[in-house]
Structures are given as C-alpha cells and as structure tokens.
C-alpha cells in the first residue's frame, strides 16, 4: 500500500509519497518513493489547506490512489486534527480545521499532528532516538521540540510536552518569539533571528550567512575569511545560549540525549558544537556530557513522521503496519529506505550541509538507489 506525508512549513509545503511493504519479516519497510514542495501561502488556513490537497492530488496522479495521508503542522493540534494556537509565522492559522477539511476534500483517512511531533515520531520510531529519554529539538524558521520516552512520543495533557522555544535566555533576542517575548530560546536561535543578527552585523543578505557558515563563501570575495569568521559567531552565540537554556532541562525532565533537526540544524557542528558547549558550562556536573546528535533522518524527518501518522489510521488487515510497529514497542527491526528526489529544481545546492546519517542507524539509502529512485539534493538552511 501507498501513504502520502505532509509537512507544513513556515515557508513550504513538503509531500511524499510512501510505499509501505510488510513482506519482510511483517515488520514495514518505507520507501519515499516521489516527494514534491509548493510555497506555503501566506493568506490564511483554507489557501494552505488547498496547497496541500493540490500535492496530494499530484502524487496520487503520478503513483494512483493512497490509502491515508498524515500531516504535520505548525501550531497545537488537537485529537481532531484542529489548530488551537498558532504562532504569528502562518497567519491566519489558529482555528483551522486541518483533519475534517481535508478528509472532506481527499476521501481517504487524514492524521494530524503537530509537525515537530511528527517529526519526533520518526526519529523516535526509526531515527536517532530510539531509546531512552529523549529531547527532539527543531530549529528552523521557529523552535519547537518534543520528548519520547523509548520510542513513544510523550503528548502532554495540553499538547505541549518538549515544547522549548520558550524556555528563558540570558539575552534579548534580535526578533521576538511567537508569543511575541524578546528573551525567549525561539527569539535568538530561529533561522530568522539569526539572519538578523547577521544582518545587523554585516548587513549582507541572509543567503550569505547560510553559505558562509556551511563553509561556502563563494571564491573572489575579497574578505571571505572574515565573511566566515562572522558566519560562525553569529551561529555560535545562539548555540551556546540554547545550550545554557537546555542545561537545567536535562536535568529536570532526565534526558538522555537531544537529538537536533530542522533546517538550521542542517549546519551540523556549527551549530551543535557550540550548543554543547553552552550545556556543557552551564548543566549539573552529571548531565554535562550529555549526547546531542543531529536528526538521522535529516531533512526527511518530518515527511517520514507524517506517512507514519498516516500509517496509523491503516488497519493491519488493510495492510497497515502491525500495533507493536506503530507504537515503538519493535521499532529497531524496522528497515528504512528513502530515497529523495525530484524537488522542483529549487531546493538544489548545498547537500554538503545535510547532518549526516549517523553510523549504526536503521536509513538504508543504498538499497533504495537500486530501485531507480533520485537522489536527495538538499537546499541550504533556512
Ligand atoms: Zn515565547
């Protein structure tokens, strides 16, 4: 069977569509097999909704009808797939009937979640936090985060356990958080603050700022180096300030590790080297060499969160995966492969910058390569 991920993003809509294959073993094996993106509108929760259902429409035109779609989106959701708060970053959000509308569009089951849920869900299940007590975190055009217990996302009564974009720093940021306070950890590590603390360092364009720090500085500026040297201490200041905000957290909520994903999390050490350090300084002397690794899944976290929603709204007579898969209870004999491809053309460059797959993870590009699939071409970190 086919399910189709979607994830919802400040700035683009992301859609994949999942082969689902329960042969081996009875344990599923995930193929991404076409993945498509659309700007996210601007203008308000029916045009977005209709941004998605016109990528589902496209996918399922290209690999025939899906038996459920599951999506991730910005804000608190709740059991019903409804937005009920919603940062100023999509306006027009909060309210939305995300579920309802589109199982009323799309007929066929559709799950909804929150996108940085769903993206813990995938790491949790088949990712770099399968075990112990973890913390998700996601920096990209804002900051969210989730927790899981061996596997097992932990929802909270309120939908918001994890949720860390607004724990203090000891700082003013240069942009205000969603909820509009400047010393929050969303208002000095979002991608967006960071381009304008470039900018008002540099005032060069924030393309520069990803490059430079990802190591790109194009060859002929004439001041590259400190191009780069500014680059870095921009992404570094923010990464030691989460790192210090993050400290008292592993010790209150008992982590094991955090595992780092999003966009600006694509930097890799650049950013998660200072944000070890920071939380190196500043925790109890137990937790100071606490794990921080980037996502295994990369970029594709979020989608593989979402077509594992959906799965969920499969029963397993109808092909869906077995309850044990589902719930993390036997998720390391789980087999991945992924492949990445088609894009539009302007997602490409800056591969480079991609977290690499960490050694021993359960991500089987290789295998998935032989089924004529493309290859993930990356964009840059925004
Ligand atoms: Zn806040």
Known sequence: MTVIGVDIGGT????????????????????????????TPRTGGPDVLSGVAGLVDTLRDRHG????????????????????????????????PVGRRLRSRLGVPVVVDNDVRAMARAEASIGAGRTGRVLHLSVGTGVGGAVSQDGRVDRGPRGTAGEVAHLTVAATGPLPCGCDARDHLESVLAGPALAAAWRSRTGRPD????????????????????????ALEVVAAAGTLAGRALAGLVCAADLDRIVVAGGVARLGEVLLGPLR???????????????????????????????????????????GPDPASRTGGSVDDLAVEIAVGLGTGSDGGGADAVAPDPPGTAVETGAARTLGARVLHAGTAS
């Open 12 to 39: 683009k809509i992301d859609a994949g569509v999942f082969a689902v294959d329960r042969a081996a073993g009875g344990h599923p094996r995930w193929t991404l097999l076409d993945r498509v993106t659309a700007p």
């Open 65 to 96: 009808d899906c038996r459920a779609v599951g999506v991730g989106a910005p804000g608190v959701v709740d059991g019903d797939g409804t937005v009920r708060v919603a940062s100023a970053v999509l306006p027009g959000w909060a309210g939305t």
């Open 207 to 230: 393309g520069d700022l990803w490059a430079a720090a990802a190591g790109g500085v194009a060859g002929g500026v004439p001041d590259a180096a400190l191009v780069r040297q500014v």
């Open 277 to 319: 350090d920071g939380l190196a300084a500043a925790a109890w002397p137990r937790d100071r060499r606490t794990a921080v690794v980037p996502a295994a899944l990369g970029d594709r976290a979020a989608l593989a969160g979402a077509a594992l929603l959906a799965a969920s709204a499969v029963p397993e007579r109808d092909g």
